[in-house]
Structures are given as C-alpha cells and as structure tokens.
C-alpha cells in the first residue's frame, strides 16, 4: 500500500476478508498518528490513533500498528465491508511542534461484494 | 448541525479571477487550518490560525490570504486564479492540540478553466 510513483495505491479484497493498508511516515521525530478515511465527496474522517509510546491500538474492526523502527504503520480492518471502500490516509504529528497534520500519500480500499 | 462547513462546495471559474471559500466551525474550536488536496490526493496543510492569529503557513504563494475574523471562521480568499490551484481545499479546525481532536469540512473543489 505505500507510495511509488504518481499513481494512488490500491487494494481491492473480498467482502468478509482482512484489509492490511501500509505507510511509510517521514519524521522519526513523529510521536502520533493517524488514520483517516476519506470517502468520495467528503472530508477526512478519523478513524484511529496511536501514540509513539505504543506499538499496536485496537478498535472497533480496526487495529494499528506502529513500527518506529522502520517508520511504518499499517491499518488492519476486520471483516472489510462494502462501506469500508474509501481512500484511507496515514498522518503525522511531532507533539510540541507545529499543531499540522502531515499526511501520507493514500491508499484506496475496493470491496467488492 | 454540520461542525466544519464550507462554502461553497463547487467553484469554477476563470484563470485570473479573485475567489473567496468561507468556513465556519460550530465546535467551539480555537485554531483553524485549512489543506489542499491535489489531483493525486495528496493533502497538504496551507495555513493555521490560532484565535485568529496565523501560526503556521507553509509557503504558499501570496495570492492565497487567509483571514479570521472570528476564532470560528476562516475564511480563505485567492488572488490572480491559475490553473494549478485547481484542488479540494478543506478547513480544519482542533481544540487543544492535535492529539485531542482534529474535525474537517467536507471540502470546496476549486476548479480553473
């Protein structure tokens, strides 16, 4: 799911199968994350977060995990449903730093039913 | 009751023209950014303003000036339209610092013929 070239990354999958949706984040300074869902027409909507301190946050269908390592997180829904297709975004803040969002290059999500 | 709202939702209009897109937050919010969301999707902070006074603008061209007339409006008016500021450009607003809550609009596509 991370970012090469010009072209959005997609992942198509099953209705009922696991989606894993990855990024690469820019800042090792970066101490919390994000990930948003944006489906057409709309603005970016929270789904998750995760602070530097932790390495995986679950919620409802939805778990992330944080490689501070490597720089990495990914997204994993649960059982992806039709209303789960979207474009879904990673971002970046440096606590005590600017207040802006960095936002990682997205990934769109097909189910198909 | 809508919490980020923008106006309007569709602009088009010609190279060289003066436009304005207004937003409003009914959140009680004390800082308000606004993002641009290129062809690619990519979304990058323009400005932020805190109780109407800018902390942040990322070199963005000076014919984009942000105005707050209030702690619950930004409003964001463009000079000289060119064709490359076709985008979705979203407001934002938080309370607090990032981590506590960050809510988007459902975004203004701007497009220059």
């Known amino acids: 799911g991370e970012s090469v070239g010009l072209h959005l990354p997609t992942l198509s999958v099953q209705e009922g199968d696991n989606s894993i949706i990855n990024c690469a984040y820019s800042?090792?300074?970066?101490?919390?994350f994000i990930w948003y869902k944006q489906e057409s027409g709309k603005g970016p909507q929270f789904i998750i977060d995760?602070?530097?301190?932790?390495d995986k946050r679950q919620g409802q269908r939805v778990t992330v995990l944080l490689n501070k390592t490597v720089k990495h997180l990914s997204l994993q829904i649960a059982a992806t449903q039709p209303g789960d297709s979207a474009v879904y975004f990673c971002?970046?803040?440096?606590?005590?730093?600017?207040?802006?969002?960095?936002f990682g290059k997205g990934t769109k999500l097909t189910v198909n039913p | 009751d809508t919490a980020v709202s923008q106006t309007p939702k569709y602009l088009v209009t010609q190279m060289g023209n003066d436009k304005s897109i207004k937003c409003e937050q009914n959140?009680?919010?004390?800082?308000m950014y606004w993002y641009k969301q290129d062809s690619k999707k990519f979304l990058k902070i323009m400005f932020s303003?805190?109780?109407?006074?800018?902390?942040i603008n990322e070199t963005v061209p000076n014919r984009f000036s942000p105005k707050s007339p209030d702690k619950a409006h930004l409003n964001l008016h463009i000079n000289s339209l060119e064709l490359g500021d076709s985008a979705v450009y979203f407001c934002?607003?938080?309370?607090?610092?990032?981590?506590?809550?960050?809510?988007f609009g459902s975004g203004t596509r701007l497009t220059v013929v």
């Open positions: 934002a607003s938080s309370q607090g610092g990032i981590p506590y809550g960050y809510t």
């Open positions: 800042n090792s300074a970066s101490d919390y």
């Open positions: 995760i602070r530097s301190n932790m």
């Open positions: 971002a970046e803040n440096k606590a005590g730093g600017s207040e802006k969002l960095v």
């Open positions: 959140l009680g919010h004390d800082t």
């Open positions: 303003y805190n109780n109407k006074e800018l902390i």
